[in-house]
Nanobody, 121 residues
Framework: QVQLVESGGGLVQAGGSLRLSCAAS????????MGWFRQAPGKEREFVAG????????YNGDSEQGRFTISRDNAKNTLYLQMNSLQPEDTAVYYC??????????????WGRGTQVTVSS
């Protein structure tokens, strides 16, 4: 079983930056692939960025790829999402997720409870 706890969300002005963290715990946590999703009010939850099993990275779109950076500290078993040049459209609840190797991001196995990111204009 894997437990995921997000932190680092908050209120920031457009053009600002935030760094989200996701602390993973549990006996098998290190065996899972981790990533980030977000859900804005009235919108469906969408994939933002994720790691691959061998340390690669994938992003939802060109904009996110240019502004967001996903990383992981294996020693601390913590996932990060560095978000730069934030825009009001980035306002959402951001969720940490974990999936088993060999699966896709369509159905993650575990979810955090989310952290709110609000970007003001």
């Amino acid at each position: 079983q894997v437990q995921l706890v997000e932190s680092g969300g908050g209120l920031v002005q457009a053009g600002g930056s935030l760094r989200l963290s996701c602390a993973a715990s549990g006996r098998t946590a290190s065996a899972y692939v981790m990533g980030w999703f977000r859900q804005a009010p009235g919108k469906e939850r969408e994939f933002v960025a994720g790691l691959t099993w061998n340390g690669g990275k994938t992003y939802n779109g060109d904009s996110e790829q240019g502004r967001f950076t996903i990383s992981r500290d294996n020693a601390k078993n913590t996932l990060y999402l560095q978000m730069n040049s934030l825009q009001p459209e980035d306002t959402a609840v951001y969720y940490c997720a974990a999936r088993a190797p060999g699966t896709t991001w369509a159905r993650p196995d575990y979810w955090g409870r989310g952290t709110q990111v609000t970007v003001s204009s």
